[in-house]
């Protein structure tokens, strides 16, 4: 397993401004991937963030609105950029660690106001 | 395409009692893994159990052991002696063997009563 923390850990941010999360990992890993997960929702997922290339968006996320950055093989950036109401939600970083696996930080809690 | 069905939204155990989570997918894949994980509400996604689709023998975590069926395709969770910090959501999940997307379930609230 891995430790993984991310901050913030909870932020309110106004209509139209941009977060960024941080997450990173103690230890090194191959893979790393960001969720979103709306209120009372289950959990989708943005990106596979790779490092050292573009990370890799699912079908309905573009990089434009979350910019990620993977710069080294434990850490991780995802911004929400032009925030609005519905960016309001729980993100979430997750590393496979091996096995197959993955493993989640905390969670950000966004409310967009 | 690969999906997973959690038909239970909520559900409740009195303390020290045993309660079963149900979950169901649906594959055309011969290997794959399946999880529970488990979110209380400190929001954290914790693995609870794992469990290899080649492996007859079901997975055990302490409290916590699965009924994996796989001609049935249904992967249930069996909380024993529950415990007032077992409250939380429950999501079952799915992964192919080879890739990295996770499919997640619904999800089951588990509330457990004193």
């Known amino acids: 397993s891995a430790v993984i923390s991310q901050k913030p850990s909870r932020d309110i941010c106004q209509r139209g401004t941009s977060l960024t999360i941080q997450c990173q990992v103690d230890s090194q890993v191959t893979m790393m991937f960001w969720y979103r997960q709306q209120p009372g929702q289950s959990l989708t997922l943005i990106a596979t963030a790779n490092q050292g290339s573009e990370a890799t968006y699912e079908s309905g996320f573009v990089i434009d609105k979350f910019p990620i950055s993977r710069p080294n093989l434990t850490f991780s950036t995802l911004t929400v950029s032009n925030m609005s109401p519905e960016d309001s939600s729980i993100y979430l970083c997750?590393?496979?660690?091996?096995?197959?696996?993955?493993?989640f930080g905390e969670g950000s809690w966004l409310t967009v106001v | 395409a690969q999906t997973v069905t959690q038909s239970q939204p909520e559900m409740s155990v009195q303390e020290a009692e045993t309660v079963t989570l149900s979950c169901t997918y649906d594959t055309s894949e011969s290997n794959y893994y399946l999880f529970w994980y488990k979110q209380p509400p400190s929001r954290q996604m914790i693995l609870v159990i794992r469990q290899e689709a080649y492996k007859q023998q079901n997975a055990t975590e302490n409290r916590f052991s699965v009924n994996f069926q796989k001609a049935a395709k249904s992967f249930s969770l069996k909380i024993s002696d529950s415990q007032l910090g077992d409250t939380a959501m429950y999501f079952c999940a799915f992964l192919t063997s080879g890739t990295y997307k996770y499919i997640f379930g619904t999800g089951t609230r588990l509330k457990v009563l004193a």
């Open positions: 997750s590393a496979e660690t091996g096995g197959n696996t993955i493993y």
